[in-house]
């Protein structure tokens, strides 16, 4: 793209990048769902394609998903999928969803999968944009039809109905009717696989207005596989006039028979038992009818012709051919997709706002919708608290409050919780009181025009605080006193925190939380009435204030300056008042394209005169991202888009609140960065997948990502981008100064591992969870129906150029203040590592470009007793005391060092003299421990080597004289090693059943003193006494033994003239 930067754009390796990890936190509640599909042999498996979220499967009838398609797709809706049924290896997906909402997001055609989902290969037709249906051939999965709506925002050619006969080969045109229709249905005869009926709809959006249906609507019929297609939109029983959406289904348990739901003035329920020659209105029923552009989703039972289902608003069932409906409950409202599996209809996966659920009941009980992190967000707000808390409005949802990480480890539904039913808009966090929370509530609250909600969490309850709280369902724009967009901006002032904002085409201030208002700006728009008439039409109207136009889409206050505005309109003006609102000046950039919507003004948080703009003209069918920055008030803008891609569309642009110039900047598809104030951009999507990225938020050091499609992301440390330069690579290596951590306490309690998934156990929640190795030997938790936490200790992370990464050995120690070495690390591979089951170490890895090595914070273990079961959980180190500490790195003789702090935990009230003295414990029951184990690796290794004399000498004269002595030393050393640990364990059953020996009652305290971030209790201190009085004469004894009774027996065998014996603690 064009970038009007004259400096030379500073580009970092992209290496540097690809060792930057994101985290998905949640929710674990689904979004929009309008594909699914069910595999028709494997009984739990089933298929559903988020809007923004891609494909996801699940084995276990939705108990749990995971996503499929990842690292395959390249966009992230998913409108339409099917199963092949003569071959459930084969998947389609068109990508695009079809039910063209206000937040509609583009596909890039279709997508084929020959293994059940494990990859998947692009096929072409990706200017399709939005696809409706697939269907498969039921006996050949090579045979395929493609329903394209095409653009949603504009006229184009590449849409009706696609046939391929060679598996996605390639593609055939088979009907199309005009630039400006689409197919919004296609169903296909499974008892004459040559008879399809498509629905073709004629639909377009733009940002002020919604129309669904025109003379290009219509129902066609091809009886030769689609060779051929005849219009039967006319024929009689069907309803006269303008048709706008239609749905459309074949009963397979009666050929003939098919039914369609018809968005027209006469619209209802029409059912044909001739192939679609002649049509009977069944039913009228309004409720059936709801919002039609947006449903119109109708389905025949498999087995029962009697039997069809309508989703809208709710779902609905007829048993007896249409005459009466009954509702159906789901999980959640405003249904879309319906599989029913052709062999059992009681067996059925359903898609709704709120994600997938399966039934295998015929609808009377559903799979949960809280295990899909597929939410889709529009901002997102943080509060102060620590940990701090993640806040956002979903659509076709509420607002919810999610925290950034728990202290078990995961972060689990449970520790999630509403603040609000709004599903639109901005979020805000009262600067006093962060149980206080501002959210735009238009679409799921009542209160009039511009809904509005403040929520208190101390109690529960919501208020009203609607700037203008008239209602106005059904008026156009023009109509309204207050215009106010479905996402209209709200912000507390900076300077004054009793000081709220809100903007409707004009600004508002409030100076008591919403309980009055007043302007302080005349219209600010183009106030252009041509655009503001009631928005859907020409046959059904639908005025949700999505196409609502003519408001200020994006607002700032300053913090350098108080009563410094900054507003811009969603219909392309830009705004700035440095006088507290008395006066406005246009500040439009000079390059903005006509009509842009002004998506986000981000201030600089170094400089007052800087600002940055990003803008859309998507919904003109324009998809080229726009940026601009201005250094001067806005008396002059520079474009800074060059580096991403000109079909990526840009959503949010934010300034690291650290390094000047440093930009983040969300997208359509992904995330990017710019390290030259916006010369040059670059990919910062790394391990987040393809989705779009709505606003994003500096925090401290962490970056937080609102997606629209797969919940929130956070990139833990920045600390990395804000040390990155041009010139990192060209060193042969480079360590980056680590940030200050939080001295963490979080535990995690698992199941065993074992193949397949794993389960937190207690702590109140029900966390699952798989578990893998990492090379370097680190064990991986993916979560499946909960929140990642960040990790456990610092983070140190360091570039290695390719050189310096071949076969070269990397050391890496961690130190204290003083500069005594608490652990050193290195990426060799341990000799004799598989036959020892001594704790393994973890490697650091030793790659060309960024790595990351996580320290857990703890020192060393005690040393271990191969085999022993009974204390192998007990044998971890002590957490480093909050401190500063240091780390370095050396790579081949050439070593760099940072130096870094562990900080507690501000929540605990733990002194400085608590974690010294919680620590000195620790310490000293690790040692002791060590020592113990050092006794009992002895006596093994003399009863060993005592065992062996007695088998070489078996044959020798002296066998019997050695053998007793070997006998006699033997028992003594037993009668020791018994007191120090329990001999007879060999599995858990035996963890109840033997008691319990010194070896663990010492390692034991360690649970009780690291329980928290606190002074050891006195009793803890006794015991550990007391043990260790009860040690200390075992720990003698074995002195004594190994000095007279071995040295006699080593005697022995030297009079042999045969090899010494040794007494090496060794393991």
Known sequence: ????????????????????????????????????????????????????????????????????????????????????????????????????????????????????????????????????????????????????????????????????????????????????AGAADLALDPSNPRILYAAIWQARRNFWSMTSGGPDSGLWRSTNGGDTWTEITDNPGLPDGLKGRIGVAVSPAKPGRLWATIEAEDCGIYRSDDYGDNWELVSDERDLQGRPWYYQHIFADSQDADTVWILNYSAWKSIDGGATFSQVSTPHGDNHDLW?????????????????????????????????????????????????????TQQDNSAISVPSRTNIGAIPWSDCYPVGSSESGYIVVDPRDPDVVISGAIGSSPGGGGNMLRYDHKTGQVRII??????????????????????????????????????????????????????????????DVTKMEPSGGPITKDTSAAEMYGTIFSFVESSHEAGVYWAGSDDGLVHLSRDGGANWNPITPMQLPEWSMINMIELSPHDPATAYLSATLYKLDDNRPLL????????????????????????????????????????????????????????????????????????GTDLIAATHGRSFWILDDLEQLRQMTTDVTSDTFKLFKPRTTVRSAASFGGSKPAPGKSYQLGLGSNVTFTESDTPEGARELK????????????????????????????????????????????????????????????????????????????????????????????????????????????????????????????????????????????????????????????????????????????????????????????????????????????GARDRLNLPTKLNVKLAEITNVVAAADFAPPQQARDVMVDVGSRIAPHIERLTEVVNTDAAEFENLVHELELPAIVADPTP
């Open 1 to 180: 793209m064009v970038n009007d930067h004259t400096n030379d754009p500073q580009t970092v390796d992209e290496s540097l990048l690809g060792g930057l990890k994101w985290r998905c936190i949640g929710p674990p509640r689904g979004g929009r769902v309008v594909a699914v599909a069910g595999d028709p042999d494997e009984l739990g498996t089933f298929y559903f394609g988020a809007c923004a979220g891609g494909v996801w499967k699940t084995e276990d009838a939705g108990t749990y998903w995971e996503n499929v398609s990842d690292g395959f797709f390249g966009t992230a809706s998913v409108g339409a999928i099917a199963v092949s049924e003569s071959d459930p290896n084969v998947i389609y997906a068109g990508t695009g969803e079809a039910c063209i909402r206000g937040d509609v997001t583009h596909g890039d055609g279709v997508y084929r999968s020959t293994d059940r989902g494990r990859t998947w290969k692009n096929l072409g037709l990706g200017d399709t944009r939005h696809i409706s249906r697939v269907r498969i051939h039921p006996d050949n999965p090579d045979i395929a039809y493609v329903a394209a709506l095409g653009h949603a925002f504009g006229p184009n050619t590449e849409r009706g109905i696609f046939r391929t006969a060679d598996g996605g080969a390639t593609w055939e045109s088979v009907l199309f009717k005009s630039e400006n």
């Open 340 to 392: 029913i599996d052709p062999k059992n209809p009681r067996r059925m996966i359903e898609g709704n706002d709120g994600g997938a659920c399966v039934s295998l009941n015929g609808g009377d009980s559903w799979s949960t919708i809280y295990n899909q992190m597929t939410s889709q967000f529009y901002h997102v707000a943080t509060d102060d608290r620590y940990p701090y808390r993640v806040l956002g």
């Open 466 to 527: 609607t700037v203008w709280p008239e209602a106005y369902t059904g008026w156009g724009a023009k109509d309204w006193k207050y215009r106010f967009q479905w996402t209209y901006p709200i912000q507390f002032s900076p300077h004054d925190p009793t000081v709220l904002h809100a903007t409707g085409n004009v600004v508002f201030r409030s100076t008591d939380q919403g309980s009055n208002w007043e302007p302080i700006s005349p219209d600010l728009t183009r106030n």
């Open 628 to 699: 601009y920055k201005t250094d001067n008030y806005g008396d002059s803008w520079i474009e800074i888009t060059s580096g991403i891609p000109e079909y990526d569309f840009t959503r949010c642009i934010r300034e690291d609140t650290v390094r000047r110039g440093l930009l983040y900047c969300g997208t359509e598809t992904s995330a990017y960065v710019s390290f030259d104030d916006g010369g040059e951009w670059q990919p910062l999507r790394a391990n987040m997948p393809v989705v779009p990225v709505y606003d994003m938020q500096v925090k």
């Open 783 to 986: 979560f499946l129906d909960a929140g990642s936490n960040p990790p456990s200790g610092p983070v140190f992370a360091y570039f290695l150029r390719e050189e310096s990464a071949e076969g070269q050995e990397v050391v890496l120690t961690v130190s204290d203040g003083a500069g005594e070495t608490i652990r050193t690390f290195s990426s060799n591979k341990p000799e004799n590592e598989e036959e020892n089951d001594k704790p393994r170490e973890r490697r650091v890895p030793a790659n060309a470009g960024v790595n990351r090595f996580v320290w857990d914070t703890r020192y060393g273990p005690a040393r271990h007793v191969p085999g022993d079961k009974t204390t192998e959980d007990r044998l971890r180190g002590p957490l480093a005391p909050p401190g500063n500490y240091s780390v370095s790195v050396t790579v081949g003789g050439e070593i760099q060092t940072e130096s870094f702090e562990i900080v507690k935990d501000p929540r605990v009230p733990a002194t400085t003299d608590d974690f010294k003295a919680q620590f000195d414990l620790l310490i000293e029951i690790r040692d002791r421990l060590s020592e113990v184990h050092d006794s009992i690796n002895t006596i093994r290794g003399l009863k060993r080597q005592a065992d062996e004399w007695t088998r070489r000498t078996r044959d020798h004269s002296a066998a019997d004289a050695v053998s007793s002595a070997a006998s006699s030393l033997k028992d003594k050393l037993s009668a020791i090693e018994e007191e120090l640990i329990q001999t007879e364990y060999r």
